[in-house]
């Protein structure tokens, strides 16, 4: 009967190394490839010991004990965080005052001296600004697209071509209720249901509903587009109740190329879908009797990360972005608001509070230093982790892309696979992976990111092996 249960767990391990492995041959993980391969080495070995060796017993019995509870510990339940569950205002200390579009490095940006009055008008109120934001306007947001790869064509024009989709359709944003369509009372779970599945069939990959918090309207226009630029700090205070917030995946294998053109290209890849879906929705609502205004790259009236999390749709990680339950830092987020009645969704609570006060592994590979590593800080009312938007848009410039670094090391980014999907599982119920896997995920994938390989498709012009290339 002994020699039964340790051949029955031995063998468990056992499958369950067998599928890492493969996984991570997937995933071009090289350091977990090797790593897996041992374990699964170690349990192979284990076999004809537990036949043919008894003397060497106890030693089996000790290690699988050990690989057993401590499997165990990981099944204990944590209690969901409140302030999660609570959603944004759980994480807001005193008074918050909205963001005015115009301080956005996007926004500033745009401003240029012959831009008269709006430039002089920005600029004498801000003079510490003028210097710095008139260097990075020099050089461009992202430099020379793609600088780091030698400006590969086909890749900066997937670029290209993708952030076109965004400017024909930026104008189409505010979409009036269509004359004619009548305005309907829908009961709002039908409406909710239509809405939702709507999303999913024309692309978003997750989809989420709240009601809108004013205190993440901006409070004045700033980003200007179309030459429109009377409505440069225009009063933003018109707007929907509800919004229907969406979010498209990011490719594993554009972005584990980050920093390199790959990761950007998917970028604007989700940018143009992005502007798509929410347009798309909007017209919807139009053709419903409703109003819809899309928010994307070329209309913002909301933030849209504090959406998101009111939406239930993940939590704020360290590095500032939104961290889904499947896909972790590898979203891009959009919305359409609407004054159609709808069932808001309640947030979730995700356990990557906790893992993220641990983890640092984001901190400690942004080329920029511009995530912060100690804890969070109170900043305009909001209790979170601040990035330095403008050391790292600096260094967007310096490489040619929009980085991603920090996207693509996050542990909840990568691909999901039963492995994965496993750990998010654990993360989101249990106290102790939330501590122990940060040390885990070090061991196994190093704590330093590197590029992976491409598939060659997307491959681009290389200085150095990407062997040698650490961040």
């Not at 509903?209 to 409070?219: E, F, H, S, T």
């Not at 891009?332 to 947030?347: C, G, K, S, W």
């Amino acid at each position: 009967m002994h020699i039964i249960v340790l051949l029955l767990v031995t063998t468990f391990f056992l499958v369950l190394s067998a599928l890492f492995l493969v996984e991570c041959v997937r995933e071009k993980e090289q350091r977990g490839t090797k790593i897996a391969t041992a374990a699964l080495v170690v349990f192979l070995a284990m076999i004809p010991i537990i036949l043919w060796i008894p003397g060497l017993h106890p030693f089996v019995d000790l290690l699988l004990a050990i690989l057993f509870l401590g499997s165990l510990l990981l099944f204990i339940p944590a209690r969901p965080d409140k302030r999660a569950l609570a959603g944004t205002v759980a994480h807001t200390e005193g008074i918050v005052e909205r963001v005015d579009e115009r301080d956005a490095v996007f926004a500033r940006l745009r401003l240029k001296p012959d831009n008269e009055p709006y430039y002089r008008r920005y600029y004498d109120d801000r003079p510490d600004q003028e210097e710095a934001d008139a260097k990075r306007r020099a050089k461009g947001l992202l430099g020379s697209l793609g600088s780091i790869d030698g400006s590969y064509q086909p890749l900066n024009a997937m670029v290209h071509a993708a952030f076109d989709i965004p400017d024909i359709l930026g104008t189409k944003a505010d979409s009036p209720p269509v004359e004619g369509e009548e305005c309907r009372q829908w009961d709002p779970a039908q409406a909710t249901d239509w809405v939702k599945n709507f999303a999913r069939h024309i692309g978003a990959d997750m989809v989420g509903i709240c009601k809108v918090n004013p205190l993440w309207v901006y409070a004045r226009r700033g980003e200007i587009h179309y030459s429109n630029w009377q409505d440069w700090g225009k009063e933003l205070d018109n707007f929907p109740s509800y919004a229907v917030v969406m979010l498209t995946e990011m490719n594993w294998d554009h972005v584990s190329a980050a920093p390199h053109s790959p990761s950007v290209a998917e970028s604007a890849h989700d940018y143009g879908k992005g502007a798509y879906l929410s347009t798309l929705m909007g017209r919807w609502f139009a053709h419903m009797g409703y109003r819809g205004v899309a928010q994307n790259t070329r209309n913002y009236d909301t933030l849209l990360v504090p959406l998101a999390v009111d939406a239930g749709l993940g939590e704020v990680g360290r590095q500032g972005y939104l961290i889904a339950p499947k896909y972790g830092a590898r979203v891009r987020i959009f919305a359409t608001l609407t004054d159609m009645e709808l069932l808001p969704d309640n947030p979730a609570s995700l356990g990557i509070d906790e893992f993220c006060q641990r983890c640092k592994k984001c901190s400690d590979t942004c080329p920029s230093q511009s995530i912060p590593s100690g804890d969070k800080t109170t900043v305009n009312g909001i209790h979170r982790w601040k990035l330095d938007e403008d050391s790292c848009f600096d260094y967007w410039s310096k490489v040619g892309t929009d980085c991603s670094i920090c996207m693509a090391v996050c542990p909840f980014s990568r691909p999901d696979t039963f492995s994965h999907k496993l750990v998010r599982f654990l993360l989101c119920k249990s106290l102790i992976a939330r501590r122990w896997f940060p040390l885990i995920d070090n061991f196994i994938y190093g704590k330093r990111w590197r590029p992976r390989p491409v598939p060659s498709w997307l491959d681009y012009p290389r200085k150095n092996k990407l062997k040698s290339e650490h961040y």
